[in-house]
């Protein structure tokens, strides 16, 4: 590849979604240059008229129906970060609440929902990504209802619960946890109950879609 | 210009200082294109060799003895941002205890501190910028010890509840503040005090250099 005076711009997505009782982040299998057959976050170039958030939902891939959180994680620049170009990347962390809604693509060798706690080396510096991407969510879990976008609408509360322990991945005192829920008023009980192979449990729901200030940690 | 299929990446910087009294921060005068004669925050497009950080330490342009603490504020890609040229900007805030170690730079009509809380118009998307870095500083006044990269070595702690005060636009309650301040652990004595018109005052210091995690408002 030529040498060029100056850097490109290109965004990169992280993720992240509840599938079986694991944080799971998408990832794909790239197919060309120094990196191929290497996992990765999807990504790509900013192009002339797209604002860096177009970019982002494109990357995602979402169905248009799904509600999919949105929020730039940081912008990473080191000169080395990519040994074929100079790319410098803006990285999304994105969270669905619906993993089924996300679409494959076929730019790449493989697209896959891998365990976010446990994941293989990826390409570029996106194990870092990956880092400040998770202490992002568990932050933000601690302080605010981001959770929210991470579940259905309703859900008992051993399912949020779980959700939780999952993420920070610890186990939570569940009595200590229901009376700090209790005291952030972000839920409302939704007069349905779960039905299933055990007593049935209430459903609960959020009281706001929008993302709230809270203290749950 | 001619059309470009992809977006360049520029890093602007954010630079606070006290001042007599008031949070300035450092504007420049544009010499050319569509803003010329427009105040902006000096930045520069990324080249191929340098990292983020290190565009963002060259358009601070600070004596090299200055501790100057900067942090990655956001990226900021809206496709009309920049009339002339499809043109991404990574914002650095940066902070310094001495506004005198800061240089001037020829590339400007002219460089000046104003007043950060009564900015005029600016040139790009920088006012946007202006408010996210300003809403970043109060936001870690209330969580860490940043206040501590804006002020000398030594200080009492009127000057310190002043820099609160002169940030955050408002009065605070000296003996609340004072308590707060007690129950962070984050100041020493440092056995000095302050000679001039006034009984004399005790002169403080940070225990550590590094941004510790205190709860100060």
Known sequence: MAARAHALLAVDVVTFALVNRRLRVRVVKIRRGPFAGSWAFPGGL?????????????????APAV???????????????????????????ALTPDVAAIGASERYLACDWQDALRLPPLAYDHGVMAAAAIERLR??????????????????????????????????????????????GMLVA?????????RPAELYRFRERRLVSVDVL
């Open 46 to 62: 900013v192009g002339a008229g797209e604002s860096l958030e177009d970019v982002a939902r494109r990357e995602v891939n979402a």
């Open 67 to 93: 509600d999919v959180h949105l929020e730039q994680l940081g912008t990473f620049g080191d000169p080395d970060r990519d040994p074929s170009a100079r790319i410098v990347s803006t990285a999304y962390l």
């Open 139 to 184: 932050g933000k879990l601690g302080y605010t209802s981001i959770v929210r976008t991470l579940l259905p609408e309703e859900f008992t509360l051993s399912e949020l619960q779980l959700a939780y322990e999952v993420i920070l991945d610890r186990a939570l005192d569940r009595r200590n946890f229901r009376k700090k829920l209790d005291a952030t």
């Open 190 to 198: 939704s007069g349905k109950r779960r039905r299933g192979p055990h």
